[in-house]
């Protein structure tokens, strides 16, 4: 796709959050059959681990189907060198771009200078930024092959709003994109999203890096909402995180191509698509060791089947009874039977 793919994207941009444990292949794979974003996110990947012991589960979470083009390979890290040769693999493994995380607030994550660590060693944050732009490019300027576009994803602040400090330190390295979620670090994810900052980083834009995209993040319900956020706050694009979760017909009213078009998917659908998803999940877990019938990482799939299954008479004791099965299989029959006595209770 090239350096530019962001440019050539139609406005407003609608992209899936990076989630830790949420945005993995399964997750993704649901959205290109009921809807998909205009640009993927994997989950982050240690930059340094993709070159330690731990290279092959960093690897697994950088696995992606050519069908999820254009597709952005997450990092997070403290070190450049490490940086930089991460965003060199990045190309080689065929991403469309590179993110930087500069906004998780997960302690551990933190206690290695990463993610929102980053927001309060702004010197570090810049030289991981060209680190990054120097890796995206390295094989471009060896091989005349190509170049991916290094983008990065932020808060507002660490214990309160810094935008006028923190956010040029970003801006002046010229990212393609800045994502910013509306929220400091000490916000975490609950404290409602000062979208108000949004216009006033539009300026700080149009300053420092006019070229850059603006995607906002935070508190987003709806498809849209979305749309209204971005017209009323000049933002190049929206990123949806905890909305999308449980809910792959998110990007159907742009899916199918129209404003105003929307698809509330029925008890039936929802279910089916819990069925699906799992099975998905299993066929690219199918090497993965099983004991007892029960494959190691499927718990992890257990967050999306809470998601999927509420609003509805009876849903309680099936999410119970989800939350004990094993594989894809488990849950199939227990959907299936569930299916057989359904009555509708709108209780919603």
Known sequence: MGLNFWEKLKKPIMVIAPMSGVTDDAFRLMFLKYGRPDVFWTEFASADGLFSRGKKFCLKVLEFNKAEKPIVAQLFGSDPVYFEKAAALAVELGFDGVDINMGCPDRAIERKGCGSALIKTPQLAGEIIRAAKRGA?????????????????????????????????????????????????????????????????????????????????????????????????????????????????????????????????????????????????????KDEKVINGHYKKFESLKKHFHAYTKGFYGAKDLRDQLMQTKNSRDVKKLIEDFLKDYKVHNID
């Open 137 to 285: 490019s390295a094989k471009a300027s060896a091989t005349q092959g190509r170049s991916i576009p290094v983008s990065v994803k932020t808060r507002i602040g660490y214990e309160k709003n810094q935008i006028t400090e923190w956010i040029p330190v970003i801006l002046k390295e010229k990212p393609a994109v800045l994502t910013v979620h509306f929220r400091s670090r000490d916000d975490g994810y609950y404290a409602p999203a000062n979208w108000k900052l949004a216009k006033e980083i539009i300026k700080l834009r149009n300053k420092y890096s006019p070229k850059t995209l603006i995607i906002g993040n935070g508190d987003v319900k709806t498809f849209e909402q979305a749309k209204k956020l971005a017209k009323e706050n000049e933002l190049d694009g929206i990123m949806i995180g905890r909305a999308v979760v449980g809910n792959p017909w998110f990007f159907a009213p742009r899916s199918l191509g129209g404003v105003g078009l929307k698809h509330i998917p029925s008890v039936k659908e929802r279910l089916n698509a819990v069925i699906e998803h799992a099975e998905i999940f299993d066929s690219l877990h």
